[in-house]
C-alpha cells in the first residue's frame, strides 16, 4: 500500500546568533561541494582555514540585528508556512532544512513514522541552482538509499516560470506598488560564481553568460539558473504590464574572488540613487522565505547604500513566506500530485 507526504525543503540558519553556533552552520553549508565547488583540498583550506576564523563573527552580528523572539525567520517562517500547508492538503506535510538542525533525514524519519512511503519533495526554491536545488535532491536520494529503502520519491521542478508562482509573486508585488511612488522595481536573486552555470550547462556549449545565451532556447535552460532568473522578472514584468526601463534584475551576496553573476545588486542600488532615482522598490523572487539575505543585506544594507547616494522612498517586498494565496498554490500542487498518482495506480 502506497502512503503519501510531502517534505518541502529550506536552505537553514544557525540554531541561535552564538558566533559558536554560526560558525558550525557556515561550516556545514560551505563545505558543500556544490557551494563551494572547488576540490575538497582547496575548499578545506579557504573554508577552515580562511572563512572560518572571520566570517562568523560578523555574520553572527548580522543574524542579530534580524533574530526574532521565536528564532532564525527563516526556519519560524517554513514551520508556519507547513502548518498551513499541513492543514490545506490531504496528506502529511514536513519541513526541512538542508544545513543546521530539522535534516533531510529527520523530516524523512518523521515522514516514515507517519506510514508514508511516497514523497513529494519540494525544494523550495523557484530557481535551479546546483546550490539549492541539487545539493537536497542529491542527500536525498543518498539518505533514501542508505536508511529509507522503501520509500520513492517524486520531485517538484523548478517553478521559476510556473503560472501560480508567477501569479501570486507578481500579486504580492502589485500590493505594494499601488503604495508607493515606484520609479524603479529592481529584481535581486541570490548570486551564484559565474563558473556555477557553465558546469550546470547540460549542452557544455551554450551559456557563455553573455547577453544573448540565456535568452535563445536551448536545452541548458532546464538548469541554468541565470536563465531563470531572468525568466522570472520577464514573466512578472509582463503579468503587471511594467515598462522596459522601469525594472531590471541584478545579484546579490556575493563571496570572495571569483566572478559572480551580475549586475551585482549594491552597486545596481548605488548606480540608480546616483542617477536621481528616488524611490525604489525591490523584490527578492530567489527567497520564498525572508531569511538574512532579504531582511538585513537588502531591507538594511540596501536601504543605507540608497539614502548614502540620495536616494529617498527605499521599499522591499515581503517574500510570500505563508501568504495565503501561496499556500493555496502549494496545496493545489500537492493535492494534484496526489490524486494524479493515485489515477495512475489504479488503472
Ligand atoms: C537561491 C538561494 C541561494 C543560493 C543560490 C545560494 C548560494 C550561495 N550562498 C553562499 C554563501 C552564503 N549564503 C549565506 C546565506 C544564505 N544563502 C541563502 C540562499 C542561497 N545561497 C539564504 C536563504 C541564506 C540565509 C540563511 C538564513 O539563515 O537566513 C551565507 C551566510 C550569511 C553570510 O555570512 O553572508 C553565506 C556565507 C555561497 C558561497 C553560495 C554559492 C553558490
Ligand atoms: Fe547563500
Ligand atoms: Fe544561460
Known amino acids: 500500500m502506497r502512503n503519501k507526504g510531502v517534505l518541502m525543503v529550506n536552505l537553514g540558519s544557525p540554531d541561535s546568533t552564538d558566533p559558536k553556533d554560526v560558525k558550525k552552520y557556515l561550516g556545514e553549508f ?29 555574520s553572527a552580528k548580522a543574524y542579530k540585528k534580524i533574530w526574532w523572539e521565536e528564532g532564525s525567520p527563516l526556519i519560524v517562517l517554513s514551520e508556519r508556512l507547513r502548518e498551513k500547508v499541513d492543514e490545506m492538503t490531504g496528506v502529511p506535510v514536513e519541513v526541512a532544512m ?31 541552482a546546483m546550490a539549492t536545488t541539487e545539493t537536497i ?32 509573486l507578481a500579486e504580492s508585488i502589485k500590493e505594494k506598488l499601488y503604495h508607493v511612488d515606484y520609479e524603479h522595481l529592481l529584481f535581486s536573486y541570490h548570486g551564484v560564481p559565474e563558473r556555477h552555470i557553465r558546469k550546470s550547462d547540460i549542452t557544455k556549449s551554450h551559456c557563455k553568460i553573455d547577453g544573448s545565451c540565456c535568452k535563445s532556447p ?24 511594467l515598462k522596459e526601463d522601469t525594472y531590471s534584475t541584478s545579484f546579490q551576496s556575493r563571496l570572495g574572488f571569483d ?39 537588502i531591507a538594511m544594507e540596501g536601504e543605507e ?13 515581503p517574500c510570500l513566506n505563508d501568504r495565503q494565496d501561496w499556500v493555496k498554490v502549494l496545496s493545489r500542487w500537492i493535492d494534484e500530485w496526489a490524486i494524479v498518482d493515485t489515477k495512475t495506480a489504479i488503472a
Open 30 to 58: 560551505l563545505m558543500d561541494e556544490r557551494v563551494i565547488d572547488v576540490p575538497k583540498w582547496a575548499r578545506t583550506l579557504l573554508v577552515k582555514g580562511i572563512i572560518l576564523n572571520t566570517r562568523p563573527k560578523q
Open 98 to 128: 538542508r544545513y543546521g538542525s530539522g535534516t533531510i533525514k529527520e523530516g524523512l524519519q518523521k515522514l516514515h513514522d507517519q506510514g508514508v512511503n511516497e514523497v513529494f519533495l519540494i525544494p523550495l526554491y523557484p530557481q535551479f
Open 137 to 168: 535532491l542529491v542527500l536525498a536520494e543518498e539518505l533514501r538509499r542508505e536508511h529509507f529503502p522503501d520509500m520513492s520519491f517524486t520531485t517538484m521542478p523548478p517553478f521559476y516560470n510556473h503560472p501560480d508562482y508567477i501569479r501570486v
Open 218 to 241: 536551448s536545452p541548458a535552460h532546464q538548469y541554468c539558473y541565470r536563465h531563470q532568473c531572468f525568466e522570472t522578472t520577464r514573466l512578472v514584468a509582463q503579468y503587471l504590464e
Open 259 to 297: 566572478p559572480w553573476l551580475q549586475p551585482y545588486t549594491d552597486r545596481t542600488i548605488e548606480k540608480m540613487g546616483k542617477k536621481g532615482i528616488k524611490n525604489m522598490t525591490i523584490v527578492t523572487p530567489a527567497f520564498v522565505s525572508d531569511c538574512l539575505e532579504t531582511l538585513e543585506e
Open 305 to 317: 547604500i540608497f539614502h548614502e547616494v540620495g536616494g529617498k522612498e527605499f521599499t522591499t517586498i
